[in-house]
């Protein structure tokens, strides 16, 4: 398949997502939910030259896209100064997003898939209740929970469709820009798990939210973010590169992706 023809399967899987969990009601309250290009380029790759029609691979993306929308959708009811009308629908849309993939993979006749997804989803709450308690643990387990919240559901897909050499990847390239996504939050003023986790690591006794902590505390939690970020940037960087196969955007996603940041923390330590 050429670079035209992936961008277009893409962009055909994405825009199929898009029209599925359209709704004028929920649409009113809370925000769309977050198409994420980089998963759907993973799964595609991992279907790549199998004996699907093009029909089969859209709906079989869609479905694990569906999936992975509902388990983020129902992980932001984190607020509790948000309007209490807007958290019930939250919740009600990860509930609807998640009937959604039933749907899809009605079309397909895949009951097996149904059961592989379903262990997926379980495994996926389990390592999410584990984040949330953080007992007995410190940085690096947590790390490695968050590892597995974010790639448990592509993991079974892969293992399910054979495509176990993707599987390292996947899990270091949606560690990394869950990883990014937490930073920039925390340094945007708004909740991040990572950060709170890794204040309740380093400041044992600390009540305050990270967003109340001391100059100083922030900037030590900061301090251990970038590093935890760091080595999941060389993780990414080594599964990158011994990975065959994969298909061309979603390597050069890959390198633009370690590029920015690379640029980004040379430009961070000039200006230091």
Known sequence: MSLLEREQQVAAIKKLIEQEVAHDYLNQYIDAPYIDEDRILLLTTSLAGQPYSENEVKQFVATAMLIQIALDTHEKVTNVNEKQRNRQLTVLAGD???????????????VKLVGVLAEGIKSVNEYKVMLYRLDDSDAETFVGHLKKTESGIITKFMQFFNSQPLIRLSEELLLFNRLLREKEMAESGGYSMLLDALKTFTFPGEKRPFQQLPHDKKRILFYRCENIVKESFHALQGASETVSGANQMLLDRIRLLLGRYANTTRLYAEEG
């Open 96 to 110: 609807y997003f998640s009937s959604l993939y039933y749907k899809l993979l009605a079309g397909v006749r895949n």
